[in-house]
Every structure is written in structure tokens, then in C-alpha cells.
């Protein structure tokens, strides 16, 4: 079986989408989600936006730089993955939290700059300058790095589903 595409090129890309189940979510201005009056005359209810996905990794980097592992794992989805600057992979939202609650993980700051926010539907693209430091396998370490993390929308909050670390070398 064959399949046709229509002619025009928006068309096709939304006729691909509907093919493969994906909801596009195509705005000019993303970032200011209009609040929804429930229909039981509920208080209203705010979906996903850029300024909440952002406030969302603000808390990430807050439970990281408090060394706060419960805080950190309520933030996580549980089977939320990190790519490390070694290249390394490391799954399960406990990673971390474990971690810094064993002491084997002591971070001293976690500094977020240069944000950069892109939602697609429910799902939010991060990337910002992370200049941390702290104690690691009993050695200290103090590095900068640029860090993308995928924030997935679930039950009217953020989760954080995948992190990837690259070190900017000095």
C-alpha cells in the first residue's frame, strides 16, 4: 500500500501528523496560554506555557543546588534519563536523588543562565548555561556546561523526562 500525500506541503506535514498520531500544536505567540474557566465554575485552569516550563526547571536547579533529592524526585518522571558529559547514560528518576541523599552527590551551586524555551504541545525544550559546582566521589568539581532537558506536561504540571549535559570547556 502506497500512501498519497496532498499536493500542498502544510497539508501533507498535518495529513503525516494525523497518520502518526502527533499533535502539532502551531502558534505564533506559544508562550501566553489563555486560562480556561472549568465548567463546574471551577478556578481556572492554565495549560502548558513557556513561563511555567521555565519556572519548572527555576525549581529543577533550585532542588539541585539545595542537594533536596525528595523535592527533585517529585520533579522527575520515573523514567526520566540523563545524558552525562562523559557521554554516560544513567535511567531512573532515583539517580540523582540517591545520589545526593548517600553524600556521593554534594552540589554547592547550580547557577541557570541563557534560557532558551520552546514548547511543542505538552511537550517543552529547555536549553540554558549551567555553571555548578560541589563535591563528587569525594572530589570537587566546578564546571560549566550547556544542558537541554525535555519537560513533558502530565496531570497540569511539568515533569522532567530527559536531561543531556555538555561540559564548555574553559
Keep these: 500500500m502506497r500512501l498519497r500525500l496532498p499536493t ?14 502527533i499533535e502539532l500544536a502551531m502558534s505564533l505567540n506559544a508562550a ?7 465548567s463546574d465554575g471551577a478556578a481556572p485552569k492554565v495549560g502548558p506555557t513557556a513561563e511555567n516550563a521555565l519556572a519548572a526547571e527555576q525549581d529543577i536547579a533550585r532542588a539541585m543546588r539545595d542537594n533536596d533529592g525528595a523535592a527533585l524526585e517529585r520533579m522527575l ?4 534519563i ?10 531512573g528518576k532515583s539517580t540523582f536523588p540517591d545520589g545526593i541523599k548517600s553524600g556521593y552527590l ?16 505538552d511537550v517543552a525544550v529547555i536549553t540554558t548555561k549551567v555553571k555548578l559546582s560541589g563535591i563528587f566521589k569525594g ?5 560549566v556546561e550547556r544542558q537541554t532537558d525535555i519537560l513533558h506536561w502530565e496531570n497540569g504540571s511539568w515533569k522532567s523526562v530527559l536531561t543531556h549535559e555538555t561540559k564548555i570547556s574553559a
Design 8 to 21: 500542498n506541503r502544510l497539508a501533507g506535514l498535518a495529513a503525516i501528523a494525523t497518520v502518526l498520531g
Design 32 to 38: 501566553s496560554a489563555v486560562p480556561v474557566q472549568a
Design 77 to 80: 518522571a520515573d523514567d526520566w
Design 82 to 91: 540523563v545524558i552525562a558529559t562523559t557521554g554516560g547514560v544513567a535511567e
Design 106 to 121: 554534594t552540589r554547592k551551586t547550580f547557577e541557570l543562565s541563557e534560557p532558551r524555551v520552546r514548547l511543542y504541545g
Design 139 to 143: 572530589k570537587p568539581f566546578d564546571v
